[in-house]
Structure formats: C-alpha cells, structure tokens
C-alpha cells in the first residue's frame, strides 16, 4: 500500500474536521476513514484507494454502543458484527439482524468488522478489485461485467455498474425499516437507510450511498418490530466463508394464520438492497402455502434482467423468498 | 487403439525379467508431463526384510507426526521464515500483458530509498500473462513492493489468446512457432471404431470441460539465497526436491554445484509445483549475487497464481457404443489438454474402463498467452476420470443398469476383481443397498434430494534406486537417521524415524531425524508418489546394517557370535536366550568415540507399486437453490505395506478433501477480452472450507507387498463422485466443473421444461 499519515481523533467533531468539504468530490478519497479495516486494508493493498490519510474512528468513546429501549435499537457504527450476532435480545426482537450479521464472513471478519463498515464497504466485483481493470466504478468509461463475466453480477438495478450491494446487514436492516444517522461538518442529519443506498444510475456512479465527502455514518435506529417475525436467509456458494450470490431478509406479521404486514429485500441481486414493495403488499391477506410464495417470487423479481452469466439467479431468488417465507409461516 | 504414453496399468514389461531381477512401474515427470515406465530392478530378497507385520511396534502402526508439535506451535521453520543477518527482500515484478515487448525504466525504482537493487528478468518479450519481467531488492517487504511499483513499464501489447477458445478461433493471434492447437497422436485412422460405434446397440456421449486448477500451496514459491560472495552458499528453498536447487543455483551464482547447499527443513506444500529454483529463485540468486546479501523472494499471492504453474484443464469430447448387455464396444474421443504455452499432462482416455472395446482419441492441446501446467498430484489422472466416470454412468442410465453392474460388465478380467470387491465395500459403507436410485437418477419433485456416485483410480507409485542413507549411532547410545530427502507435509521425517528405532528396538523418540540438507545422502525429488517406496527401503537397509555392525561389537561382550543376537526393547540380547542381554547404553558405549555409522541403499524387494482405489460420495441437492452438500465421502484403497497408518489415512482424507474443492470449487477465471486474471487471491479463486467436508470413511486393503507411494490416487476419483451423485440426486449432469450451484440450477430448469 501507498503510505499515509494515520490520525486517531477522539470526538466526532474532530474526524468530521480532518474530513474533506461537502463539496470535495474529486478529492474526497484522499482521506479514508477506517473501522474494522476488514475492507478497507484490501483496498489499500490493492491500491484501490491511496488515501493521504487514515482516520480511525476507534478512538471516538460510545460509537460502539448498542442499546435498546422498549424493543427499538440504536446501533452504533462500530458495534462489531460479532456483538449483533450474539445479542439474545436482538436475536428474539430482529431476528433477520442478528442472522445477517452472523452470516458475514468468517468469524475473525465479525470479531473485526463493524456495522459502519459493513455497511459503506465497497463493491466486491472482480474487476473492480482488479487494479488494472478501470470500469465506470472506477472512473473509467466501460463497465466490464456488463458484457463480461458477470456470474456474480446484478440481474436488477443495474447499469451503468453493475455492481451487487455486497452487504449482508444492509438488506436486513432495511426490511426492518432502519434509519441512519449522519455526522458531517455542518451537523447531524438522519436518512432511511432504504434511500441511503444509490443506484448507480441516480447517484454518483462511483459511491453506493448519500454520504457527502465530510460525512460519516454514527449510528443505526431500528424501530421495534413487536408481533413480527424475521430471518435473513443467504444462500452462498461455499458457505464456510463467502459473499452472498442472493439473500432474503423477510419480516411477516401474521395474524389469524393471515398475513398482516410484510417485509421483503433481497440481497446479492441489485446494486442496492432490493425492496419488493409490490410483493409485501401481495402478501398481505394470504396465507403461506406454495401458490403465495410462487407469486410473491415472481413479484420480487419483476423486471430482473439477467446477464449472460447469472439468469441462476432468477430461481435461486425465488427459491430463497420460497424458504423464508415457508420457515416464517411453520416457525 | 490408445494413445502412446497413455498405458493401461496392466500392461505387460518389455520382457520376462532376467534372474535376479523385476520389473516395476513408476511414474517419472519431466517438465511436469508425466510418463509411466516399466523399470527392471534388482530383486535382491537376501537384504533385510520388513518381517511379520503383526510383530511390528511402530512401522504399519498409527503415530502421530515427530513434526507435528513444531508445526502446529509455529517452532518449524519454513523457508520463507528464514531470517539471515543483513538479508535483504525481494519481490518480482509481473507482466501486465499477455502477448508482447516491454521497456523497462528502472531508474526510478533505484532512486528510492532502501531500495538496493533491481534488475530486468527477461529481454523484454512477453508471451504469457503474469510472466516476470523485473524484480527488487530493499531492506523491507515494504520497499520492494514501492520499488517494483516505480518501475516504469512501457508495453507494447499484441493480440492475444487467454483463453482456448480464443485460441482455437480462425486468425487467432499465435502463441509459438508450433501453433495453437496441436495434435499429439499419432493414429489418424478411426475406421475401425466408426464401423464398432455404428454397430453399437446404444451410443452415448458427451463433453466435459475441466477447469485449470491451481496447486494454491499454502507456502508460496520461493527461496532465500544465503550468498555472501566468497565460495559457498547456502539455499533455502520451499522445493519437492533438495537436490534440483544446488545445481541450478550453482549456475546463478557462478559456484559449482557442490559449492551450494541446500536447505528444506519444512516446507508448504508443493502438490508437484515446486521442482527447481523457478524463475523466482534465478532472480534471487542474481540479487544475491549484485549484493553479496543474503536476499529472501517468496512470490505474493498474486504471482503464485499468475506464473507457479498449474493443473492443465481440458475438454473431453467422448462416445461410447455399447452392445445389448451394456457392454462398451467402441470409444470414439477427442481429448484436448489446456496447458498455456505448455503441453499439459496426458489425460490418459479411455481411464481404466473400456478395455476390451475399440478405442480411438484423438490427443489435443490447445496452447494460450497463460503459464504452462505443470505436474499436479496425480497428473492427467483427475482429468480423465471425470469425464470417463460420467460416461459410466450415462451408459447405465442409458442401458438401465445399476451403477455398479455397468463397471463390472466394463472392467478388465484382471482388474474386475479388485476394483468390484473395492467398490462393493464402498457402497456398503455409504448405504448403497438402501439407495433407491440405482439405474436411473431421482427425478420426483422433492425439495432435498441425495444421491450417490462412485469412482475408481489406480497409480504406480513405484520407487528407484536415488537415496543413499546413513544410520548413525554415537557412543552415548543416541541415533541419527540423516537423508537429504524432503517432508512435503507427508510424514517423511516420521517414518525415517520409525523405521530406525524400530530395526534398533528403540522408542521413537530416541532416533532423530535429519532430512532437507544437500549434504546428506542424495533423495530423489518427492514426484509420482515415489518418495516413500524409494527412501524407506533405503533408511531399512541403513538401519539394518547400522543393526549388524552394532552386533559385531557387542557380540564380544556377551560371548556369542554376531548372528545369535537379536533385539530386544531397549536391549541387545540372544536370539535362543534373551536373558542373556545387554542394555542399549551399554551396548553403545563399547562403540570408539566415531560412534558408527552406516549406509543404506534402495532394495527392490521392499518396495512395490500399483495401487487401485474406489470412492464414493453422498450428495444432497436442495432443487430451490441448487445447493449441494456433500454429506459422505468413502474410500477403499489397497496399499502393500503401511509405513504409518495415521499419516496414509490423512493422505487419502487430504485426496479427497482436495478433490472434493476441485469438484465443487475450484477455477481460474480470465478475462478473454481484457486479458486479465479475475480470480488471482483466495477470494475469489475459492477452496473448500471447513463447513464443506462431509463425513469421511477410509479403509485399507492390507496386501502383502512392500512399500508404495500413497499421494496420487487419493486424489483421481472424489470429484468425478460428487459430479456423478449429482446426477443421480436430481438427474441434471454438470457438464463443466466446478459443478456449482447455479450451473444445477440451470439445469433443473432444463429438466423441467423437458416435462
Ligand atoms: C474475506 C472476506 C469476506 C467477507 N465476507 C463478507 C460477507 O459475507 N458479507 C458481508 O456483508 N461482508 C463481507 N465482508 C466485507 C466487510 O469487510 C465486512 O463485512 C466488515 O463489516 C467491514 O467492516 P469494517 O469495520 O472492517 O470496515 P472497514 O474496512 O474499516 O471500512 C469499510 C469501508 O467503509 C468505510 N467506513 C467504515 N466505517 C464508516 C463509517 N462509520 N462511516 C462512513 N464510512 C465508513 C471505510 O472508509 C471503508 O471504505 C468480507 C470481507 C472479507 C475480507
Ligand atoms: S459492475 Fe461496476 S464495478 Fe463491476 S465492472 Fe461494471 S462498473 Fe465496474
């Protein structure tokens, strides 16, 4: 890796201030901020990014916290994977949470990784993380996965990149309808962590989330989910360790064997967490047996269009929606 | 008609062997082809014998590694953890670009602080992608890496063909002067076949395509060169063989070849990568020798992938005709070897079935703008029993035969017998006589699925004559068994050892081993399987001559001759009256100060070779997601004598976790249009883990024979299993390893659709 200057600042008002401006596009990766690093050292030994400076955020007290009150959780961005995924509480009240959290890496990655982290890392495609391959992600003119091998690639929300959100939390946290909160220069301000995430064809095509060159994310706020039940289902390839090629999180609450209300994202498939409102709301109403979760399924995946190389992921969705739900109804 | 190198195991010797004298086959690799041989050894049955196995104490016992604390505790000391006063490190610099020239600038790099030197590697043509071009030496890891990064590379590119197809295309760019695609057989004439083929009741066909895989040793390729100028210099390479470094790294250095020695105390894992310096010990010893430093050069991750070698991949077009009883009559194929600018290893089709058809193959390679193959534990065998296994089946399937019914019908007179008995074993160790699907794959419209597969191999692994081994015995009674030879990780060191204290009737522990040292007597390098049926014959003889001419000092001692003595544990005693006796310490202190010391040689009688092997696996296929977990592997293996049960059960188990990754996971991914390398970290290019190794079983079929090298045949038949319990569980055959979960997915649908 390129060498830096490394600075461990102890508040919040400190690492916003070492930041650049709201306004530094061009320049804002000069300063990287660091947390569990488990992303981040990849990306400077790959020479990915080359920042000037390192900021660790670990020296700033409290950001580690994860509190609840009366069912709702406030998350801090350096809470560990680790501590989610072992938190009884969180387990019983945000199922989908504590599994998607546990379902990341391997165990040194969650021991390591934080929620902040997990959330902002970037894209695993493989020519992004080539150093010689510079796609549209990249600020090149191309995206190579489009018409390349694109096995792990997006089948919805793509172009120009093509990138699938590689987070695990991130489809979970949305189906429970979290909400972040943001520290930049001029103050605090808080964004449903659904409208966090960009598509590349509305945001920066070179970032994946709102956050302005002097922001980082302080904490996560997941509202109470009392009545419901969840579970975040991955499928990976080699499940000892690996990315997710799809994941549901689901949260159904049920009512008289009927579907009261409904929560629906699937991960590994769209450059964002992909919310399927259309098949929350077709849920509501039915019981669920295999005619509601063929339907729910084709919902879900409405206007998916699949690449050369990953039209699998088509069933592979519908067959996970399939198991959440099945494993939500009979739990 | 088969193919030249490609010969069954059966096959006879040249000649009857001449008195004295037998014939074994071994298996030689040169250039990472691998050939097998028939060789005419002396059969010499007076030298000492291995003896009644139901006396043994340590040899064909279970013993843990002497090794095995120093490796799990971080005290072994690898090669790449060499640490020398005033050594320097060194990285290499790879081409960006497949096809073409470069320029190289190197004075930037030179410029930088505590970089000491950087050099050019080749003259600038680059005719692989990944091929090294430059490399540095500085006084960090660190510095190395920013020098090669300040070398100012300008490249010429020319088209290129990074992949076969792209290769194989019309007015594809050129890899050598010999063309891209070459035919290596030497029988155009298939008339034969065609006219057995068009008689056939039932013809059955396909084509299989397997993937390059990498040997992803854990310890990458390198060497520290411990060259200060001056006369000598002393090597520590992470190498299968000891001595291919002195010579090679004479020639670098400007030394003779005694001058240098070499040093492989431990190493990570070769898999039949690692047979002299590489280009990266040629570039450390120039550093080296530029310097006068000691320079350490292990490749990064990167580079191991891009330019250590590789297992060829392939494609494998194959027909079978078969009669009314399911019995194969023809073998059309065309077999092509994916092996970069090599040739790649022989895919020996038709593999161990089919012998009484009519064969014809057409033997292929197809070379790219990527780093040639080279030997991979077991060469051209994986590759060939994928594809022949999956013509078994289909040709049950097609005939409507059990699975095992259709290898019995297919296998030779002289090996029905073994491998029936073997493969009935396993399928009663994996539950086969419970199993529903026994001539026809499961396709009902269950969620979870299982299915079986089988899968046979057979190896020479037979040994030659290279080692030369001392038994040293000093005046304090302690014991040394030195040997140049290498430990890949397989339990060498432990069973030199044992074999010693054994013959001696010592505790293990009381024999130390020394191995991985030029200096000691000459070892064959570990390739084929040939390591332990050509060195423990070779540390028995040492041990047995160490034995005699201990008896003929102590003999004065207790009044009787040489040959009435025997030993006991701890002990030297008479033969007919073992209360007359003398203790160990005793015994040695009557030794001169010199101690003793003596030789051993190879003995043909203690060796032997051909092993065959069968496995099987159990598979479950969820059909929503096209997950397949593998939840049982077995494997019955025959063996001649176990030289430590432990270890050769831990390499069957290490055959078939590895084969089961090959299977499952395992594929080097380029780029055609980019010519890049995606999958060149351990993230990507993915190996089983943990949570993927199911149940295993391995069982032994102790034979009478002597000594055979166990690696290889571990590996040749695990994944052709899996694939074939694929299969069977839910009726879709993946046709392409790795056989994934998206590829079942696809084919479900496929099936589906068919109704
Ligand atoms: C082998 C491997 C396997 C993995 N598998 C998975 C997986 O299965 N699922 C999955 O979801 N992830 C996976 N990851 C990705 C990821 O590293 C972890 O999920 C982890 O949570 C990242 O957290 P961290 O604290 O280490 O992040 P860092 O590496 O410290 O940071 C990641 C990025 O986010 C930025 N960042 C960090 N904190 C903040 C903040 N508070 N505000 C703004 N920006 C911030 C950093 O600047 C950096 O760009 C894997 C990583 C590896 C190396
Ligand atoms: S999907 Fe995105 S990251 Fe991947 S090649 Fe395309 S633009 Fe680059």
């Given at each position: 890796?390129?060498?830096?200057?490394?600075?461990?600042?102890?508040?919040?008002?400190?690492?916003?201030?070492?930041?650049?401006?709201?306004?530094?596009?061009k320049?804002?990766?000069?300063?990287?901020?660091?947390?569990?690093?488990?992303?981040?050292?990849?990306?400077l030994?790959?020479?990915?990014?080359?920042?000037?400076?390192?900021?660790?955020?670990?020296?700033?007290?409290?950001?580690?916290?994860?509190?609840?009150?009366?069912?709702?959780?406030?998350i801090?961005?350096?809470?560990?994977?680790?501590?989610?995924?072992?938190?009884?509480?969180?387990?019983?009240?945000?199922?989908?949470?504590?599994?998607?959290?546990g379902?990341?890496g391997?165990?040194?990655?969650?021991?390591?990784?934080t929620?902040?982290?997990?959330?902002?890392?970037?894209?695993?495609?493989?020519?992004?993380?080539h150093?010689?391959?510079?796609?549209i992600?990249?600020?090149?003119?191309?995206?190579?996965?489009?018409?390349?091998?694109?096995?792990?690639?997006?089948?919805?929300g793509?172009?120009?990149?093509?990138?699938?959100?590689?987070?695990?939390?991130a489809?979970?946290?949305?189906?429970?309808?979290?909400?972040?909160?943001?520290?930049?220069?001029?103050?605090?301000?808080?964004?449903?962590?659904?409208?966090?995430?960009?598509?590349?064809?509305?945001?920066?095509?070179?970032?994946?989330?709102v956050?302005?060159?002097d922001?980082?994310?302080?904490?996560?706020?997941?509202p109470?989910m009392?009545?419901?039940?969840?579970?975040?289902?991955k499928?990976?390839?080699?499940?000892?360790?690996?990315?997710?090629?799809?994941?549901?999180?689901?949260?159904?609450?049920?009512?008289?064997?009927?579907?009261?209300?409904?929560?629906?994202?699937?991960?590994?498939?769209a450059?964002?967490?992909?919310?399927?409102?259309?098949?929350?709301?077709a849920?509501?109403?039915?019981?669920?047996?295999?005619?509601?979760?063929?339907v729910v399924?084709?919902?879900?995946?409405e206007?998916?269009?699949?690449?050369?190389?990953?039209?699998?992921?088509?069933p592979l969705?519908?067959?996970?929606?399939?198991?959440?739900?099945?494993?939500?109804?009979?739990? | 008609?088969?193919?030249?190198?490609?010969?069954?195991?059966?096959?006879?010797?040249?000649?009857?062997?001449a008195?004295?004298?037998?014939?074994?086959?071994?298996?030689?690799?040169?250039?990472?082809?691998?050939?097998?041989?028939?060789?005419?050894?002396?059969d010499?049955?007076?030298?000492?014998?291995?003896?009644?196995?139901?006396?043994?104490?340590?040899v064909?016992r279970?013993?843990?590694?002497?090794?095995?604390?120093?490796?799990?505790?971080?005290?072994?000391?690898?090669?790449?953890?060499?640490?020398?006063?005033?050594?320097?490190?060194?990285?290499?610099?790879?081409s960006?670009?497949?096809?073409?020239?470069v320029?190289l600038?190197?004075?930037a790099?030179?410029?930088?602080?505590?970089?000491?030197a950087?050099?050019a590697?080749?003259?600038?043509?680059?005719?692989?992608?990944?091929r090294?071009?430059?490399?540095?030496?500085?006084?960090?890891?660190?510095?190395?890496?920013?020098g090669?990064?300040?070398?100012?590379?300008?490249?010429?590119?020319?088209?290129?063909?990074?992949?076969?197809?792209?290769?194989?295309?019309?007015?594809?760019?050129?890899v050598?002067?010999?063309?891209?695609?070459?035919?290596?057989?030497?029988?155009?004439?298939?008339s034969?076949v065609?006219?057995?083929?068009?008689?056939?009741?039932?013809?059955?066909?396909?084509?299989?395509?397997?993937?390059?895989?990498?040997?992803?040793?854990?310890?990458?390729?390198?060497?520290?060169?411990d060259?200060?100028?001056?006369?000598e210099?002393?090597?520590?390479?992470?190498?299968?063989?000891?001595f291919?470094?002195?010579?090679?790294?004479a020639?670098?250095?400007?030394?003779?070849?005694?001058?240098?020695?070499?040093?492989v105390?431990h190493?990570?894992?070769?898999?039949?990568?690692?047979?002299?310096?590489?280009i990266?010990?040629?570039?450390?010893?120039?550093?080296?020798?530029?310097?006068?430093r000691?320079?350490?050069?292990m490749?990064?991750?990167a580079?191991e992938?891009?330019?250590?070698?590789?297992r060829?991949?392939?494609?494998?077009?194959?027909?079978?005709?078969?009669?009314?009883?399911?019995?194969?009559?023809?073998?059309?194929?065309?077999?092509?070897?994916?092996?970069?600018?090599?040739?790649?290893?022989?895919?020996?089709?038709?593999?161990?079935?089919?012998?009484?058809?009519?064969?014809?193959?057409?033997?292929?390679?197809?070379?790219t703008?990527?780093?040639?193959?080279?030997?991979?534990?077991g060469?051209?065998?994986?590759?060939a029993?994928f594809?022949?296994?999956a013509?078994?089946?289909?040709?049950?399937?097609?005939?409507?035969?059990?699975?095992?019914?259709?290898?019995?019908?297919?296998?030779?007179?002289?090996?029905?017998?073994?491998?029936?008995?073997?493969l009935e074993?396993?399928?009663?160790?994996?539950g086969?006589?419970?199993?529903?699907?026994?001539?026809?794959p499961?396709?009902?419209?269950?969620?979870?699925?299982?299915?079986?597969?089988?899968?046979?191999?057979?190896?020479?692994?037979?040994?030659?004559?290279?080692?030369?081994?001392?038994?040293?015995?000093?005046?304090?009674?302690?014991v040394?068994?030195?040997?140049?030879?290498?430990?890949?990780?397989?339990?060498?060191?432990?069973?030199?050892?044992?074999?010693?204290?054994?013959?001696?009737?010592l505790?293990?522990?009381?024999?130390?081993?020394?191995?991985?040292?030029?200096?000691?007597?000459?070892?064959?390098?570990s390739?084929?399987?040939?390591?332990?049926?050509?060195?423990?014959?070779?540390?028995?003889?040492?041990?047995?001559?160490?034995?005699?001419?201990?008896?003929?000092?102590?003999?004065?001692?207790?009044?009787?001759?040489?040959?009435?003595?025997?030993?006991?544990?701890?002990?030297?005693?008479?033969?007919?009256?073992?209360?007359q006796?003398?203790?160990?310490?005793?015994?040695?202190?009557?030794l001169?100060?010199?101690?003793l010391?003596?030789?051993?040689?190879?003995?043909a009688?203690?060796?032997?070779?051909?092993?065959?092997?069968?496995?099987a696996?159990?598979?479950?296929?969820?059909?929503?997601?096209?997950?397949?977990?593998?939840?049982?592997?077995?494997?019955?293996?025959?063996?001649?004598?176990?030289?430590?049960?432990?270890?050769v059960?831990?390499?069957?188990?290490g055959g078939?976790?590895?084969?089961l990754?090959?299977?499952?996971?395992?594929?080097?991914?380029?780029?055609?249009?980019?010519?890049?390398?995606?999958?060149?970290?351990?993230?990507?290019?993915?190996?089983?883990?943990?949570?993927?190794?199911p149940?295993?079983q391995?069982?032994?079929?102790?034979?009478?024979?002597?000594?055979?090298?166990?690696?290889?045949?571990?590996?040749?038949?695990?994944?052709?299993?899996?694939?074939?319990?694929v299969r069977?569980?839910?009726g879709?055959?993946?046709?392409?390893?790795?056989?994934?979960?998206?590829k079942?997915?696809v084919?479900?649908?496929a099936?589906?659709?068919?109704g």
């Amino acid at each position: 890796m390129k060498n830096f200057t490394y600075v461990m600042p102890t508040s919040l008002e400190q690492v916003v201030e070492l930041l650049p401006g709201p306004r530094d596009l061009k320049t804002r990766d000069r300063v990287k901020v660091l947390a569990g690093g488990q992303d981040l050292l990849g990306e400077l030994k790959e020479h990915l990014v080359e920042p000037e400076q390192v900021v660790n955020l670990k020296g700033v007290p409290g950001l580690a916290a994860l509190t609840q009150q009366a069912g709702a959780w406030q998350i801090g961005a350096l809470a560990t994977l680790a501590a989610l995924e072992e938190n009884a509480a969180l387990r019983a009240s945000h199922t989908l949470v504590a599994e998607a959290a546990g379902s990341v890496g391997s165990t040194q990655i969650r021991n390591q990784g934080t929620v902040g982290g997990n959330l902002c890392q970037r894209p695993r495609c493989w020519y992004y993380r080539h150093e010689q391959a510079v796609c549209i992600k990249k600020g090149g003119a191309e995206c190579f996965a489009y018409g390349g091998l694109n096995k792990y690639n997006a089948i919805l929300g793509g172009g120009p990149s093509y990138i699938v959100h590689p987070s695990d939390l991130a489809p979970a946290l949305v189906a429970a309808g979290a909400t972040a909160l943001i520290r930049g220069k001029k103050g605090e301000r808080t964004v449903e962590l659904e409208r966090f995430f960009t598509l590349p064809s509305e945001g920066a095509v070179t970032r994946e989330n709102v956050l302005a060159p002097d922001e980082v994310l302080v904490r996560v706020d997941v509202p109470a989910m009392a009545g419901w039940k969840s579970t975040y289902v991955k499928f990976r390839e080699r499940s000892s360790y690996d990315f997710a090629l799809a994941a549901v999180a689901a949260a159904l609450r049920i009512e008289g064997g009927k579907v009261a209300e409904a929560r629906l994202v699937l991960g590994g498939v769209a450059p964002v967490p992909w919310r399927c409102e259309k098949a929350e709301k077709a849920l509501v109403g039915r019981k669920i047996d295999a005619e509601t979760c063929r339907v729910v399924g084709e919902l879900a995946l409405e206007g998916a269009e699949p690449l050369a190389h990953n039209a699998y992921k088509l069933p592979l969705a519908k067959g996970l929606i399939t198991k959440a739900l099945t494993k939500l109804a009979t739990a | 008609m088969a193919l030249e190198p490609l010969k069954f195991q059966d096959e006879k010797p040249p000649r009857p062997a001449a008195p004295g004298k037998k014939w074994i086959r071994v298996t030689k690799a040169v250039n990472g082809i691998d050939t097998e041989v028939w060789e005419e050894v002396s059969d010499d049955a007076g030298g000492p014998q291995w003896g009644p196995r139901d006396q043994m104490r340590l040899v064909s016992r279970a013993i843990p590694r002497v090794d095995g604390p120093d490796k799990v505790s971080g005290r072994a000391m690898y090669s790449s953890d060499m640490r020398l006063p005033g050594m320097v490190y060194a990285r290499v610099l790879r081409s960006r670009v497949p096809c073409g020239t470069v320029k190289l600038d190197l004075e930037a790099a030179k410029a930088i602080p505590g970089v000491l030197a950087v050099i050019a590697l080749n003259n600038g043509n680059i005719d692989w992608l990944g091929r090294p071009i430059a490399a540095v030496a500085a006084t960090t890891p660190e510095l190395a890496e920013d020098g090669l990064r300040a070398i100012v590379a300008t490249y010429e590119e020319q088209p290129f063909a990074v992949t076969p197809e792209q290769s194989a295309a019309e007015n594809a760019p050129k890899v050598n002067s010999r063309g891209n695609v070459r035919t290596l057989s030497k029988n155009t004439d298939s008339s034969e076949v065609d006219a057995a083929l068009g008689k056939a009741a039932k013809r059955v066909q396909g084509t299989w395509k397997i993937p390059v895989q990498h040997h992803a040793s854990l310890e990458t390729h390198g060497v520290v060169v411990d060259y200060r100028g001056g006369a000598e210099a002393t090597i520590y390479a992470s190498t299968q063989g000891t001595f291919t470094i002195p010579g090679d790294a004479a020639g670098r250095l400007g030394l003779q070849g005694g001058q240098v020695t070499a040093v492989v105390e431990h190493m990570g894992g070769g898999f039949g990568s690692k047979f002299g310096m590489g280009i990266e010990g040629d570039a450390a010893c120039q550093l080296a020798k530029e310097l006068g430093r000691p320079v350490h050069l292990m490749l990064d991750r990167a580079t191991e992938f891009h330019a250590a070698g590789n297992r060829s991949g392939g494609e494998h077009t194959l027909e079978a005709g078969l009669d009314d009883k399911g019995q194969i009559v023809a073998i059309k194929g065309r077999v092509t070897r994916h092996g970069g600018v090599g040739q790649g290893s022989g895919h020996p089709i038709p593999y161990i079935y089919g012998r009484d058809a009519k064969v014809f193959v057409e033997d292929r390679c197809i070379h790219t703008h990527t780093d040639s193959s080279r030997a991979m534990r077991g060469p051209g065998h994986p590759q060939a029993s994928f594809s022949m296994e999956a013509l078994m089946d289909e040709c049950a399937y097609a005939s409507g035969l059990d699975l095992l019914e259709i290898r019995r019908i297919n296998l030779a007179d002289n090996r029905r017998e073994l491998y029936m008995r073997q493969l009935e074993r396993c399928a009663a160790l994996i539950g086969w006589d419970k199993h529903p699907f026994k001539n026809a794959p499961d396709l009902s419209k269950s969620e979870l699925k299982v299915g079986i597969g089988f899968a046979i191999a057979r190896w020479g692994g037979g040994g030659n004559g290279q080692c030369k081994v001392e038994v040293r015995i000093a005046q304090d009674g302690s014991v040394e068994v030195l040997s140049g030879t290498q430990d890949l990780g397989t339990g060498t060191r432990t069973y030199c050892a044992s074999i010693v204290a054994e013959e001696l009737g010592l505790e293990l522990g009381a024999v130390r081993p020394r191995i991985g040292r030029s200096t000691f007597g000459s070892a064959n390098a570990s390739g084929g399987s040939t390591t332990s049926p050509s060195l423990s014959p070779s540390v028995k003889h040492a041990a047995h001559n160490a034995r005699l001419a201990l008896f003929e000092k102590v003999a004065p001692l207790l009044g009787v001759k040489p040959d009435e003595l025997a030993v006991g544990l701890g002990e030297i005693h008479v033969a007919a009256k073992p209360s007359q006796k003398i203790a160990w310490k005793d015994a040695c202190a009557a030794l001169g100060p010199a101690g003793l010391s003596a030789q051993g040689e190879w003995q043909a009688h203690l060796a032997s070779s051909d092993v065959g092997g069968a496995q099987a696996a159990k598979v479950q296929v969820d059909t929503l997601t096209g997950e397949i977990k593998v939840l049982d592997m077995v494997a019955v293996q025959n063996c001649g004598l176990l030289l430590n049960r432990m270890a050769v059960k831990s390499q069957l188990q290490g055959g078939m976790v590895q084969a089961l990754s090959y299977g499952l996971f395992e594929e080097r991914v380029l780029d055609p249009d980019l010519g890049l390398f995606l999958n060149a970290n351990f993230e990507d290019y993915k190996i089983a883990g943990v949570r993927e190794i199911p149940r295993m079983q391995v069982e032994f079929e102790d034979d009478p024979r002597g000594v055979i090298g166990m690696a290889e045949a571990a590996v040749i038949p695990g994944h052709s299993a899996i694939a074939n319990a694929v299969r069977n569980a839910c009726g879709v055959r993946v046709f392409d390893m790795p056989v994934t979960a998206d590829k079942v997915l696809v084919g479900l649908e496929a099936l589906r659709k068919k109704g």
